[in-house]
């Protein structure tokens, strides 16, 4: 089992930033693919970023420019820096480690990001 606890979130202005943070139970060196996702009221939980153990990316299109995945095997974190943020980001953000041969696929409990003036 992978316990993912995510932190970072909270209340900024439109055109602020945050960085979230996704800290892990165990080593993340071989959890091929880690990410995050998002979930607003009323809407289907969404990829927002994902990144392989070689460090290759992708990104939701919306976030594409704004958003940066990064991850640091040594702290067996992964983070999300969000800039020039928008009210249409608002949602829970959610860490995920994608299933291994010895672990299962994984989710952290969320964290709230509201983007509001």
């Known amino acids: 089992q992978v316990q993912l606890v995510e932190s970072g979130g909270g209340l900024v202005q439109p055109g602020g930033s945050l960085r979230l943070s996704c800290a892990a139970s165990?080593?993340?060196?071989?959890?091929?693919?880690m990410g995050w996702y998002r979930q607003a009221p009323g809407k289907q939980r969404e990829l927002v970023a994902r990144?392989?153990?070689?460090?290759?990316?992708n990104y939701a299109d919306s976030v594409k420019g704004r958003f940066t995945i990064s991850r640091d095997n040594a702290k067996n974190t992964v983070y999300l820096q969000m800039n020039s943020l928008r009210p249409e980001d608002t949602a829970v953000y959610y860490c995920?480690?994608?299933?291994?041969?010895?672990?299962?696929?994984?989710w952290g409990q969320g964290t709230q990001v509201t983007v509001s003036s």
């Open positions: 995920r480690a994608a299933a291994t041969i010895n672990t299962p696929d994984s």
């Open positions: 165990v080593t993340i060196k071989r959890i091929y693919d």
């Open positions: 990144i392989t153990s070689a460090g290759i990316t």
